[in-house]
C-alpha cells in the first residue's frame, strides 16, 4: 500500500468539505462572519509521549484529545484538523485500521473533521502531529495573560490519575494492592478526558485559561508569566479522584505525594484564572456538565508561584513538570 493508496483507504472517509476530498495540495476555509480562527498544534512521540509500539484506537484518541485540549481552554469550538503522520515499517495495515477507527470515534464525539496533512515513512519513532482549528466570537479568546490580582485560582476535572497511569504502565505500581485502581489510572493516561463541555463557561467568565499537560505547577508558571502576577496553590485543595486518594493514603509524606501528582503532567484539564464574583457561575456551568470546578488557590500582585501545605507554609518544587528542553 503506497501513500496515496493509504490516504484514499484510510483517511478519506474522515475529511470534511474543507479538505476538499483529500485530493489537493491545501485546505480551505473562512470563519464565518463574528468569528475569529483559534489554532493550535501538538505532537506526539513514540517512546516520549506514548509507548513504544503502541499504534491503535486509543493513541488515535489521545492525539485528538490533546489538542482539543489546548483549544478549549481558549474557549473555542473545535471544527477540524491536519494531521501529519511519520510512520515506521512495523506499523501494519492493522494498526492503520485500528488508529483510523480511533480517529472516527472522537471526530463524532468532538464534531471534527480532517481537513488534510501529511505522510512519511520514518526509519525512526512514530511522530504524530496535529493542528487544529477552531473558532471563537471574535475578540473573546481567553488567553494565558488576563489574570488578576484578587482572582481564584482554579482548575477542572482531577489532578494525578494519568501520572500514576504512567507509574502503572512502567510496573513501577503494586498492582496487586491497587488493581482497580491501576485500571482507571492507565485508562486516563491512554485517553484523557479533556473538559470539552466546559469551553463556553470558560470563554464567558474565565480572566485567563490554559491546559495541564506539563504538570499542574508548571503550567501554573507559564500563566502567572504570561499575567505577570503570582500564583498561590494550596496543595490541599487540589482534587483528587477517588482512586488516588487510595493511593495517597498509604504515602508517608502526604506533601511530597502531592506534589507528584501535580507535577506528573498529562492532566489534559483546564487552570483558570476566575473572578470570584464569577466563581459560582462556571461552578454552576460544571456541575451541569458533570466535570469537577475546584478553586485550588488564587491570584496576587507578584511573580512565581508558590506551593503552600495546610498550615500556609510554602513547599519547596524542585521540578514543577515535564520539559522538552
Aim: net charge negative; with cysteine.
Amino acid at each position: 500500500m503506497n501513500e496515496f493508496e493509504f490516504i484514499q483507504k484510510h483517511l478519506s472517509g474522515l475529511a470534511g468539505p474543507q479538505g476538499l476530498g483529500l485530493l489537493d495540495d491545501a485546505a480551505q476555509w473562512s470563519p464565518p462572519r463574528g468569528l475569529e480562527a483559534i489554532i493550535s498544534t501538538d505532537t506526539l512521540v513514540e517512546g516520549v509521549h506514548f509507548p513504544d509500539k503502541k499504534f491503535d484506537a486509543q493513541l488515535a484518541q489521545k492525539l485528538i484529545r490533546v489538542n482539543i485540549s489546548d483549544i478549549i481552554a481558549k474557549g473555542a469550538d473545535p471544527i477540524g484538523y491536519m494531521l501529519s503522520l511519520s510512520l515506521n515499517e512495523k506499523v501494519s495495515e492493522a494498526n492503520i485500521f485500528a488508529f483510523c477507527s480511533g480517529l472516527a470515534i472522537d471526530q463524532q464525539e468532538y464534531g471534527l473533521k480532517l481537513w488534510g496533512g501529511d505522510t512519511t515513512r520514518t526509519p525512526g519513532p512514530n511522530v504524530l502531529t496535529i493542528t487544529i482549528f477552531g473558532t471563537t466570537p471574535t475578540g473573546k479568546m481567553v488567553a494565558r495573560a488576563g489574570a488578576q490580582p484578587g482572582d481564584l485560582l482554579c482548575v477542572s476535572g482531577y489532578i494525578g490519575e494519568a501520572y500514576l497511569g504512567l507509574k502503572t504502565h512502567l510496573k513501577q505500581m503494586d498492582t496487586g494492592k491497587f488493581e482497580a485502581e491501576c485500571a482507571q489510572w492507565l485508562a486516563k493516561y491512554h485517553v484523557p478526558q479533556p473538559a470539552f463541555e466546559l469551553r463556553h463557561g470558560i470563554q464567558q467568565l474565565a480572566s485567563a485559561a490554559l491546559d495541564i499537560s506539563d504538570g499542574l505547577v508548571a503550567d501554573a508558571e507559564h500563566l502567572a508569566k504570561a499575567s505577570n502576577v503570582k500564583l498561590l496553590i494550596d496543595i490541599e485543595n487540589i482534587p483528587v479522584s477517588d482512586e488516588t486518594r487510595t493511593w495517597l493514603r498509604t504515602q508517608s509524606d502526604q506533601n511530597m505525594a502531592k506534589v507528584q501528582l501535580a507535577t506528573g503532567g498529562d492532566d489534559y484539564q483546564i487552570l483558570a484564572a476566575v473572578n470570584p464574583n464569577n466563581f459560582d457561575k462556571i461552578r454552576a456551568i460544571s456541575k451541569d456538565c458533570g466535570i469537577q470546578f475546584t478553586k485550588i488557590g488564587r491570584i496576587e500582585q507578584g511573580a512565581g508561584v508558590l506551593v503552600l501545605d495546610k498550615n500556609g507554609n510554602e513547599i519547596t518544587v524542585d521540578q514543577p513538570g515535564y520539559t522538552h528542553f
